[in-house]
DNA sequence: GTGAAAGCGCTAACAC
DNA sequence: GTGTTAGCGCTTTCAC
């Protein structure tokens, strides 16, 4: 590799001058200058990033750090970052296999996480005594609260709003909610369901309509696998993650024999799996069932219908991620919440029924 | 950011002792290595790694130059590569919105094609003068040929053989092909193809069950858009990417009027697409239509039927990659072809027809 | 205008 | 065993 160095030995001139030539800064005489770039252009040279990495102290590269990378909704969250920060020379690197520790040898200038639990287990874990400037994505979610560390928010309870005031509008009153936890989760979702669902459902009603893919909110049910959990050899319908749980959602959905005409899920992925088992259990969609989710990502034009989904605006959260990140690094001003407004995206899969 | 010096002071010894007390390496005094470690504790210290990278000349990171994230076979591509690199401390980012040039202001140790095109246009662009260790994902492209770096690549003409092969089985001979390109494209899935068909369809039937969506195969027809054009207000089903060109096939080949009881997608993406848009064109899949798609990643149970498909095995490619690269950048020596073998993977998507 | 020199945080050869 | 020194590739201050 060719270094400042080879270039003033072959002009014959010092480094600081090749350095001046090179960044257009300070004094260099003009025919000194060109032919100084020329000799960089003949020995193709480029500066070594790591050096000026060291010297200014600043890396041009950010963590996202996030484990689950076929989630369509980390992915455009990925999008939005990329994209806000390719405007300012950054690199966003994707990674979640990381344990905490290790950040600290990544060479990144600041880090992004994709919910609250994350960003609040590494601010306990790591955070107090390594201070990278660091930002999360955010949900309202009411249990955990990472301090000190701005949030990026888009609302879901106005979101379930939304939701709801769609499907009534529709004529839609018994209304389930999908969930890959357990109804007593401080979960944002959970609470604006069980807020709107009070006025159609009565109080003893509530649990049968949540359906939750919990161990907790099943017990004893061998089918539910918790996240990452294997599966055992020839289960046809269960698996350990978001589409495997809403595939067994639909059992559930039919043992129970629920009379609800729409169902909410708390994710696009969930949503297709729920709406593929459905399905195959004879419900017609949205003829019998309509279906609506959360995340509003790419994936939802998978289903066969299209499902109507409530976009939580992942490629703006992203975006504003490393918007509010990129200042903290540099340290200008900036507030510690921000919060976004969802938007519904009609698909298919809602359909009006008659009272 | 605490630095060896400042533990040095503390301990009232040299850095270079730090050094060797921190790094295990050299003679330092028992006890002293003691309070060395003691106080690096103390004050939370962790080597800077842009340093180290200076030093050591190597970044640990490695670059996967990709375009499409929404590319289930390029995430599980990633995948692949993240699990290989892990074991070796490396760190993989993922990247495509760079620039060719500007790949040489990233920090890294080396690059990941995921196709024979895009290295062989870095190769041309950059390659020449800037020897960063370089591999690529392969898939047999017959045009595009990067000289001098390691491919690895999975089999597709053996793999369309075995799709044949099953589909024969079971009682079709009349088999589409659905591609995102012309059928003159140096593809070798489209190669492959022609060579198993011409036992079943006329020569001059040939172009007619050849369904490629792309300006060059459909002249003057305004539904296909080129990658990443922008769609006009209002089309309903296309769209500039392998979904959106898969719907539009669905049509073709209902204009077309094709006898065909099997189409095979280029990829899953398209092969959703097609799925979603044949159904809704009244086709039932797979009691009316089979498909079978290529590679095989997790989107294809996304579909309803699930989607049977042939496994190009990303994440298998995905480590190698990184194998074979970690190997080019520490010199150690390395093939240049590798062959990895597609596998089957049966969805529901595919039925047995009588005669 | 220019070049020597110090320093970013770390390593490693070498003298003591 | 330990400390001094030079150097990784670059920037920047400061004499000249």
Redesign the interface.
């Given at each position: 590799m060719t270094t400042r160095k080879d270039i003033a030995q072959k002009a014959g001139v010092s480094v600081s001058v090749v350095s001046r030539a090179l960044n257009n800064s300070g004094y260099v005489e003009a025919s000194k200058k060109e032919r100084i770039l020329r000799i960089a252009e003949e020995l193709?040279y480029?500066?070594?990033?790591?050096?000026?990495?060291?010297m200014t102290q600043r890396?041009k590269?950010i963590l996202f750090y996030c484990r689950e990378?076929?989630n369509?909704f980390n992915?455009e969250l990925?999008?939005g970052m990329?994209?806000a920060a390719?405007e300012q020379d950054y690199?966003?690197?994707?990674?979640g296999?990381?344990d905490f520790k290790s950040i600290?040898?990544?060479?990144v200038d600041g880090i992004i996480f994709p919910s609250e639990a994350a960003a609040e287990i590494y601010q306990n874990m790591v955070g107090k005594?390594?201070r990278l400037p660091a930002v999360s994505a955010a949900f309202g979610n009411t249990f955990y609260y990472p301090k000190g560390m701005p949030m990026i928010e888009c609302d879901c309870w106005k979101g379930m709003e939304l939701i709801f005031q769609y499907l009534r509008e529709r004529g839609h009153h018994r209304i389930a909610l999908v969930m890959p936890y357990d109804i007593s989760h401080e979960e944002i979702r959970i609470f604006a369901w069980k807020d709107q669902i009070q006025y159609e459902l009565k109080k003893d009603e509530i649990d049968t309509y949540y359906l939750g893919i919990s161990k907790k909110s099943l017990p004893g049910d061998k089918r539910v696998l918790e996240f990452g959990e294997e599966r055992e050899e020839g289960d046809p319908y269960i698996a350990e993650n978001f589409?495997g749980k809403g595939r067994l959602a639909a059992h559930i959905f039919q043992e129970r024999r629920l009379d609800a005409t729409a169902v909410i899920c708390f994710n696009d992925e969930m949503a297709?799996g729920f709406?593929?088992e459905i399905?195959?259990l004879g419900y017609r969609v949205p003829e019998n069932l309509s279906i609506v989710s959360f995340d509003g990502t790419?994936?939802r034009?998978?289903?066969?219908p299209?499902l109507t989904s409530l976009s939580l605006q992942p490629e703006k959260i992203g975006e504003k991620c490393v918007e509010i990140l990129l200042k903290e690094i540099n340290k200008e001003p900036f507030k510690y919440k921000y919060k976004l407004t969802p938007r519904l995206l009609e698909g298919e899969s809602v359909q009006k029924i008659k009272r």
């Open positions: 193709g480029h500066p070594n990033p790591v050096a000026v990495s060291l890396t590269q990378i076929r369509a992915l990925y999008e990329v994209k390719k690199l966003v690197m994707f990674h296999s990381l600290r040898s990544t060479m005594i390594y589409w297709m709406l593929q399905q195959k790419f994936v034009r998978y289903g066969n299209i």
